[in-house]
């Protein structure tokens, strides 16, 4: 079974609008970490927001927020006004604690911002 | 430089050989680990290190082998290389626990011909 799903292959927003990227995991462990990394077409691996199991609030970096409904084990990524440089693939990923901690990522959405 | 970094950034090999990407990290981080990218699949973890001379197998391990003798290093070999093992290979390093980050390379761009 996916640890990490997120459904939107593709998204399409405007500038300066927000948008929403859906991102649902799975464990059963008590204690781990969901994290947003953020791709654009260059290649690199962007860490954007971390949120963990334990933190009562959503994360917020910036334009960047995390909004974390952990009994419906989702943590869903909030981009506020949007730009035309967050045209990119995003990821969600968790780490699990229980083991080796590992990092498992889901499959990514593909975000355009057009003008 | 401090970092992590991924040689060769490109690479082009037959099938059928050796071939080994090479990954270094200067932050003494504990954990290595070794994705690959396809279009469709997002990154799925080869292969992982929690410390030196501890290894283990990620989600699609077969036909890749790892060593990690010392911290900063962890080399990913592909045996004999097959078309299926085009991709782009990201090595990846980060501190203990559920609440780190992991810091990426920049990439290496495999073709098999």
């Known amino acids: 079974a996916q640890k990490i799903t997120q459904t939107q292959p593709g998204m399409f927003v405007q500038e300066k609008e927000a948008v929403t990227l859906d991102c649902t995991y799975d464990t059963s462990d008590q204690s781990y970490g969901l994290f947003w990394y953020k791709q654009p077409s260059s290649g690199e691996m962007i860490f954007l927001i971390y949120?963990?199991?334990?933190?009562?609030q959503n994360a917020t970096e910036g334009r960047y927020s995390l909004n974390f409904q952990k009994a419906r084990k989702s943590a869903n990524l909030v981009i506020s006004a949007s730009q035309l440089g967050d045209s990119a693939m995003y990821f969600c990923?968790?780490?699990?604690?229980?083991?080796?901690?590992?990092?498992?990522f889901g499959k990514g959405t593909m975000l355009l911002v057009s003008p | 430089d401090a970092g992590i970094t991924q040689s060769p950034r490109y690479k082009i090999t037959e099938t059928g050989r050796q071939v080994t990407l090479m990954c270094h990290q200067t932050w003494s981080h504990s954990y290595m680990f070794w994705y690959r990218q396809d279009l469709g699949h997002g990154l799925r973890l080869i292969y992982y290190s929690a410390a030196a001379d501890i290894t283990d197998k990620g989600e699609v391990p077969d036909g890749y082998v790892v060593s990690r003798s010392k911290t900063e290093n962890f080399p990913l070999t592909l045996e004999s290389a097959t078309r299926s093992q085009t991709s782009v290979y990201f090595c990846?390093?980060?501190?203990?626990?559920?609440?780190?980050?992991?810091?990426f390379g920049q990439g290496t761009r495999l073709t098999v011909v």
């Open positions: 990846a390093s980060s501190g203990q626990g559920s609440d780190t980050e992991a810091f």
């Open positions: 949120q963990g199991s334990y933190d009562e």
């Open positions: 990923a968790m780490r699990e604690v229980s083991g080796y901690s590992t990092l498992t």
